[in-house]
């Protein structure tokens, strides 16, 4: 054997126990504190979401536009009260039928989020939209881009505050439609044969529903005018 000498090699031991990181180095032992390779994740902190819902108010013998704006001074007054609902109420403001709905205000609704876990896997969560005219808009034209329908979110916003000033639950009773039998209804004043002939299968069958009404709608003016947006009157 030669009499070269022999470099002397040290051999490091890491020993993973309750949190500490033993090294022995020539004799010596550390102890280092390390950090957990996975950490618990926090929940999502409780929290909510604003909704904007309409006040309604229901029409009872005696009252008049006036006599509703003074009750619910979220109207604005009774001029703007009758501009928010000439499509239900008709050509003469002086003219109130008992059982018309009016549209008389908003307010915003705070509504609890409960907290939930983080996600553990990659699955999109669904989407929301608001409980208002911009959410059911923003929900239909989702709806209509699954099923080829054309439209815009500044086609349909028009229409809707031409035919409705966005009161989902209008009614007309005075025009053509309603003598007939078949007066116009919701956001954009659809009658029942035309909600039935061109429904969007996946929204609701109640034609008063925002987003039936829109969808459907919206189906009836691609296949009559080519889309919502070259609606800009009666259709």
């Given amino acids: 054997m030669s009499a070269r000498g022999k470099r002397r090699s ?8 309750r949190g500490i990181l033993a090294a022995g180095l020539g004799g010596v032992t550390l102890a280092l504190p390390i950090v957990g390779a996975t950490c618990a994740q926090a929940a999502t902190p409780t929290a909510t979401t604003t909704d904007v819902q309409l006040i309604t108010y229901k029409v009872v013998a005696g009252d ?3 006599k509703i704006a003074q009750k619910y001074p979220t109207s604005g007054g009774a001029a703007k009260l009758y501009v928010a609902n000439r499509a239900v109420i008709g050509p003469d403001p002086s003219t109130l039928r008992p059982g018309l709905t009016l549209t008389v205000g908003t307010k915003r609704v705070q509504t609890p989020t409960k907290a939930t ?3 553990t896997a990659t699955k999109a969560s669904a989407k929301t939209y608001a409980n208002n005219l911009d959410g059911w808009i923003k929900h239909s034209l989702d ?4 099923a080829k329908i054309p439209g815009t979110y500044n086609g349909i916003h028009r229409n809707v505050m031409r035919e409705s ?4 639950l209008a009614i007309n009773n005075w025009d053509s439609n309603a003598k007939a039998g078949i007066p116009s ?3 954009l004043q659809v009658i029942d044969p035309t909600f039935k002939a061109y429904h969007v299968p996946g929204t609701s069958m109640n034609i008063y529903d925002p987003v039936a009404n829109i969808t459907a709608a919206c189906n009836y003016a691609a296949a009559k005018y080519g889309s919502i947006d070259n609606v800009n009157g009666p259709y």
């Fill in 10 to 17: 040290f051999k490091t031991h890491s020993i993973l126990t």
């Fill in 165 to 168: 000033s966005g009161n989902p």
């Fill in 117 to 119: 876990p983080a996600p």
């Fill in 185 to 187: 209804k919701g956001l």
């Fill in 143 to 146: 709806v209509m881009a699954r």
């Fill in 64 to 66: 008049t536009l006036p």
